[in-house]
């Protein structure tokens, strides 16, 4: 008697199933955590932002001169943008925008001198933002 050795094609394709259901559960999964971790360069960025600030306000008695902030965008980011906006010599609001064509387009957040933290953007996947306005940041 001869016995054969091998799979057979009903044995490959429950494999291939199986595959393709954990695939469709992971990679989401993966993403989305990858998406969460470089939401802390927002988040740690604009906090860090917010103490440089602070500090250029206790040597000059004001945020900044001429319609810009005392401290310029650190050059590091990576994932975001940092944009600061002199509302008078005495405020200001920094944001953090999201870079296009990266895992965080879509997302800003917004920080001032009172220490006030907004969400003020989140792409569709996220859902929408609060009706009443957020006063922390959505990291979720």
Known sequence: MQTKAGFTLIELMVVVAIV????AIAV???T?????????????????YRVQ???YYQDNGNYGTGGA???A?????????????????????????GKNATQVTGFAYTINQSNT????????SWGSLPAAASTSWIVR
């Open 73 to 97: 965008a650190p050059a590091t980011l990576v994932n975001f943008g940092l944009a600061c906006v002199l509302n008078s010599a005495q405020s200001y609001t920094a944001t953090m925008t």
């Open 53 to 55: 600030m602070e500090q």
């Open 32 to 48: 989305r955590y990858v998406q969460r971790g470089d939401l802390v360069e927002a988040t740690q960025g604009l906090s860090q």
């Open 20 to 23: 393709a259901i954990l695939t």
């Open 28 to 30: 989401p999964a993966y």
């Open 69 to 71: 902030c005392g401290i």
């Open 117 to 124: 933290q907004q969400t003020t953007g989140l792409p569709s």
